[in-house]
């Protein structure tokens, strides 16, 4: 199956810092087919970006996913408090024959 | 907007078998998907298997797992067999306009398997 890679495990930075996250994949993605999730402690993960760069609806314009292919990033421009969560990948990108969808191990930014 | 509640918590004994419900209202009808996902500490997030017009189970899954939807009332079900301590979980349904990721979530059903 697909194994996604995250880095790094934990991201330490202060409000008003930019985030740069990694999720390297062990096979090439079709179409780009990366999804990004973010979870806050106690809650459900919310839907982020989609194929690779889309954003999806309400999501503030300071995140945004770039890559392809086996190398990913979510950038968030200027972290804002409630941006302090775990965040995970999530691939979409090749058959059902090779792998199952699967996630990344997930990488926490926390409060500097 | 899309809305999913899943039933409340559950604890099982080793050997016995779950069953999640999760009621989605808002949603648009027969061409979305339901898929199911868990997370443990040890884990993370494990998908487990989707209902589009069939049940398709993820491979690890494929002989514990079954996964159906009633259409009519909006509903989704997760059946997992033979339950052990590694399947205590939180176990979340998930909604997908796009088929392959999961634009909404449940507010997730937390299982503990215990004797």
């Known amino acids: 199956e697909v194994v996604l890679t995250q880095s790094p495990a934990v991201l330490s930075l202060s409000p008003g810092e930019r985030a740069t996250l990694s999720c390297r994949a062990s096979h090439t993605l079709a179409k780009n087919a990366l999804a990004w999730y973010q979870q806050i402690p106690g809650q459900a993960p919310r839907l982020l970006i989609y194929?690779?760069?889309s954003r999806a609806t309400d999501i503030p314009d300071r995140f945004s996913g770039s890559g392809s292919g086996t190398d990913f990033s979510l950038t968030i421009s200027r972290l804002e408090p409630e941006d302090f969560a775990v965040y995970y990948c999530?691939?979409?990108?090749?058959?059902?024959?090779?792998?199952?969808?699967?996630f990344g191990g997930g990488t926490k930014i926390e409060i500097k | 907007q899309v809305q999913l509640v899943q039933s409340g918590p559950e604890v099982k004994q080793p050997g016995s078998s779950l069953k999640v419900s999760c009621k989605a209202s808002?949603?648009?009808?027969?061409?979305?998907?339901y898929h199911w996902v868990r997370q443990t500490p040890g884990q993370g997030l494990e998908y487990l298997g989707r209902f589009i017009n069939v049940p398709v189970s993820a491979p690890k899954f494929q002989d514990r797992v079954t996964v159906t939807a009633d259409r009519s009332t909006n509903t989704a079900y997760l059946e997992l067999r033979s339950l052990t301590s590694d399947d205590t979980a939180v176990y979340y349904c998930?909604?997908?306009?796009?088929?392959?990721?999961?634009?909404?979530w449940g507010q997730g059903t937390l299982v503990t398997v215990s004797s």
């Open positions: 998930t909604y997908s306009v796009h088929l392959w990721f999961f634009d909404f």
């Open positions: 194929d690779g760069s």
């Open positions: 999530q691939q979409y990108g090749v058959p059902w024959a090779v792998s199952p969808l699967t």
């Open positions: 808002g949603s648009s009808g027969s061409g979305s998907t």
